[in-house]
C-alpha cells in the first residue's frame, strides 16, 4: 500500500513536471567542466547557488535533471555524464591512485559504449574528453589545481560544451532514452504494484534524505542476506516490483524528502513525509502548522478547528481545502543501509485535522500569561520528557512515532508517553510544567476514561471535583504557598523539594507532617491567615471524615491516581498566582 500510494503520487507529480520521467532523475550538481569539441579542459564552473539556512547564507549545489544514477554500495558502477571527481576526473582530494583509476575507467567504459555511434557535437567533445584525459597529470591543469578541495569535495560533476550542458543535448537524450529501454532484461515477473508482468527491478533506488541514514541513501526495499531469501530468489526479486514501479516510488520519495518541498518533518530519530494525493503543497503546508503549531499561526489553527467543528469547509488565507482529499503520512527511521518504516497512515484530510483538534482539545490547559501558544507541538510534547540537562536532548527511542500515530489514529496514548512524564515530575521533585500537565491530563482522559476527569473539564482548577488525589494534590499546593508567604523571602528549598515524590505517592505517611508544619508557618502570617485556613479546611473536608484526620489519607495512590494528585497541584497553583499574574 505504501509503494502504490507513492507511486500514483508520482504519476501525479509528473504530470505537473516537478519530476523526472523514467530514466532520469534530479541530482545535486556543484560544477561543470568546460570541454573543448577536441577534449580539452577549458576551466571548471561553479553552479553552487546562495541560499539562506537561519541567520546565514551558504553555497548549496543546484538541483539538476540528469540521467538515472545509478545505486553505488562498495562496487564500482558508474554513472551517465554525471558523477563525482573520482568517476569523472579519476582523482580525488589526495590525487590519484588505484581505487580513482579504477573509479574513472568504469566511467570512461560507460560513456564510449553510450556515445560510440553518434556525430553530435556534444558527444564528441565528451568522447574526446575520456580519450585524452590523464587522470595522473591532473594538477597540471591550473583551473582545477586551484579549485582541487572543492572539486574533490564529493560532488557531482556534469560536462558543458559551446552548446549547453551536454546531457541536455538532444541527440544525447536520444540516445539515453534507447538504452533504457534496451537495457538487459533479467528478469520478468507481476509487480506487486502495478499487478502489470514486466521486468522486475533487482536493485532498488536509495532513498535520500533521511537523517542517521547512510549519506549515499538507504534502501527501502532490500534483501542482503540468505536468511532473508525465500524459495531461491535473491535481492530485490522476493519483493517482485517492476522496474517502472522501482523507480517511480523512489522518485516521489527522494522529492518529499528534499528540503525545498516542504513535506517532510523530523521528530525525533524518525523522519516523517506527507502529502495529498493531487500533490497541492496548500495541505501539507496546513498539516505541518497544525501538528507543529507556532505562535503566529495560532489564529489560523483556531480558524481551522472551528470550521471542522461546525461542519464548514477549510479555508486557509483564502485559499479552499477539500476536507475529503485523500491524505498520506509516512515515518521513517535509518537502520544502518536501510530505511524502517515506523508508520503508515492513510485517511481524509479532515478526518486527520478533527483527531488533531480531539487531541489539541483534550492537551487544552490553564497556562501561564507569559506563554502565548494555546496548542503544543508533538515535539513540545516529546519535549517534556527530555532531561534538559542531558547531552543528547532526544525523547525514548520509537516514542515519538508510537505518539504521533496514536494522535493520527485519534488511539490511545502510548504508556511510555505517559510513564516518561511522570517519570520526569518525580526526578525534577515536583516539576510540574504546562506541558507535563497537559499530557498527563489527555491521558487520563483518553486512556483511563477517568470518571472524574471527562473531555472538556479540567482546563482550570475544578472546585467541585471531590477526588481524594486531585484535592490532595490542591492542598499540597496551599501548603506549599503558606511556606512561601510565611518565609518573606525567596526560598531555595521548600516543601515541595523534599516532600512532594512521598507526598503524591504515599499521602498517609507525608501529610500529617506537613500539617504539623503548616501550623507553624500560619502563626508568622497575619491578614493571610484566616483565608489559608479556610482554604485548608474546605479542602480537608473533601477527604477527612470526622477528626481522624490521618486516617482519612490514603495510604498509597496508584499511578492514575498520581496523575490526578500532580494535576490537582498544577491547577491550584495557577489559580494562586493567577492575581499577581494579572496585576
Known amino acids: 500500500m505504501i509503494l502504490q500510494a507513492l507511486t500514483k503520487h508520482y504519476e501525479v507529480l509528473a504530470e505537473q513536471g516537478k519530476v523526472a520521467e523514467s530514466g532520469w532523475c534530479q541530482a545535486k550538481v556543484s560544477y561543470a567542466l568546460d570541454i573543448a569539441r577536441d577534449g580539452s579542459l577549458l576551466g571548471i564552473i561553479s553552479l553552487k547557488q546562495e541560499e539562506t539556512r537561519g541567520k546565514k547564507s551558504v553555497m548549496v549545489p543546484c538541483i539538476m535533471k540528469v540521467p538515472e544514477m545509478v545505486s553505488r554500495t562498495a562496487g564500482v558502477s558508474a554513472n551517465f555524464l554525471c558523477d563525482n571527481s573520482k568517476y ?26 553510450l ?17 585524452q584525459w590523464n587522470p595522473e597529470r591532473a594538477k597540471e591543469n591550473e583551473d582545477l589545481a586551484e579549485k582541487w578541495e572543492e572539486v574533490t569535495g564529493g560532488g557531482n560533476l556534469v560536462f558543458v560544451t559551446e552548446d549547453g550542458y551536454a546531457h541536455e543535448d538532444a541527440e544525447i537524450c536520444r540516445i539515453w532514452g534507447q538504452a533504457v529501454q534496451t537495457s538487459s532484461k533479467e528478469a520478468e515477473g507481476v509487480c506487486m504494484v502495478t499487478g502489470r508482468r514486466t521486468e522486475i527491478a533487482r536493485i532498488h533506488s536509495v532513498i535520500k534524505g533521511v537523517p542517521g541514514a547512510q549519506s549515499s541513501g538507504a534502501a527501502l526495499v532490500s534483501f542482503n542476506a540468505p536468511a532473508f531469501e525465500s524459495y531461491g530468489k535473491e535481492q530485490s526479486y522476493n519483493a517482485p516490483v517492476g522496474k517502472y514501479a522501482a523507480f517511480a516510488y523512489a522518485t516521489a520519495l527522494n522529492y518529499l524528502l528534499a528540503p525545498e518541498s516542504h513535506c517532510s518533518y523530523r521528530l525525533g530519530e524518525t523522519m516523517v513525509v506527507f502529502w495529498a494525493e493531487s500533490a497541492r503543497e496548500e495541505y501539507s503546508k496546513v498539516f505541518l ?38 491524505f498520506h503520512i509516512l515515518g521513517l527511521a535509518p537502520n544502518a543501509a536501510r530505511l524502517s518504516v515506523r508508520f503508515f497512515y492513510s485517511d481524509s484530510f479532515g478526518n486527520i485535522l478533527e483527531n488533531l483538534r480531539r487531541h489539541y482539545k483534550r492537551m487544552e490547559i490553564v497556562k501561564p500569561k507569559w506563554e502565548q501558544e494555546d496548542c503544543l507541538g508533538i515535539w513540545e510534547m516529546l519535549s517534556e ?25 485519534d488511539g490511545k496514548y502510548p504508556e ?44 482550570a482548577l475544578n472546585e467541585e471535583c471531590n477526588s481524594p488525589a486531585y484535592v490532595l494534590g490542591r492542598e499540597f499546593a496551599v501548603l506549599e504557598k503558606i511556606q512561601k508567604e510565611a518565609a518573606g523571602v525567596e526560598l531555595n528549598t521548600t516543601i515541595k523539594d523534599r516532600y512532594f515524590n512521598a507526598a503524591c505517592a504515599t499521602p498517609a505517611s507525608i501529610f500529617p507532617i506537613l500539617q504539623k508544619l503548616s501550623n507553624s508557618h500560619l502563626r508568622k502570617l ?5 483565608y489559608f485556613e479556610r482554604m485548608l479546611i474546605e479542602l480537608q473536608g473533601k477527604i477527612v471524615a470526622g477528626n481522624q484526620a490521618q486516617a482519612a489519607y490514603p495510604k498509597r495512590l496508584s499511578l492514575e491516581e498520581q496523575g490526578m494528585f500532580i494535576l490537582g497541584y498544577y491547577h491550584q497553583v495557577q489559580k494562586l498566582y493567577e492575581k499577581k499574574e494579572e496585576k
Not at 510513564?419 to 482522559?445: C, D, N, P, S, Y
Request: proline share 2%.
Open 526 to 530: 497575619e491578614k493571610k491567615k484566616i
Open 289 to 326: 502548522d497544525v501538528f507543529e503549531p507556532q505562535e503566529s499561526n495560532q489564529d489560523v489553527l483556531k480558524n481551522v478547528f472551528e470550521n471542522l467543528q461546525k461542519g464548514k469547509s477549510i479555508d486557509v488565507e483564502g485559499i479552499h481545502l477539500n476536507a475529503e482529499e485523500p
Open 416 to 459: 511510555s508517553l505517559y510513564g516518561a512524564t511522570m517519570l520526569r515530575v518525580r526526578a525534577e521533585q515536583g516539576g510540574v510544567t504546562r506541558g507535563r500537565a497537559a499530557i498527563i491530563k489527555a491521558h487520563l482522559i483518553r486512556n483511563y476514561k477517568n470518571e472524574w476527569i471527562k473531555e472538556g473539564t479540567f482546563v
Open 385 to 409: 520528557t527530555i532531561n534538559q540537562k542531558s547531552k543528547e536532548k532526544k525523547p525514548r527511542e520509537n516514542m515519538g512515532a508510537a505518539v504521533f500515530r496514536a494522535i493520527l489514529a
Open 115 to 131: 556515445l560510440a555511434h553518434t556525430d553530435g557535437r556534444a558527444a564528441e567533445a565528451v568522447r574526446n574528453f575520456f580519450l
Open 88 to 113: 569523472v576526473l579519476g582523482i580525488d582530494e589526495k590525487g590519484c591512485n588505484k581505487r580513482t583509476q579504477e573509479c574513472f575507467d568504469a566511467m570512461k567504459t560507460r560513456q564510449l559504449e
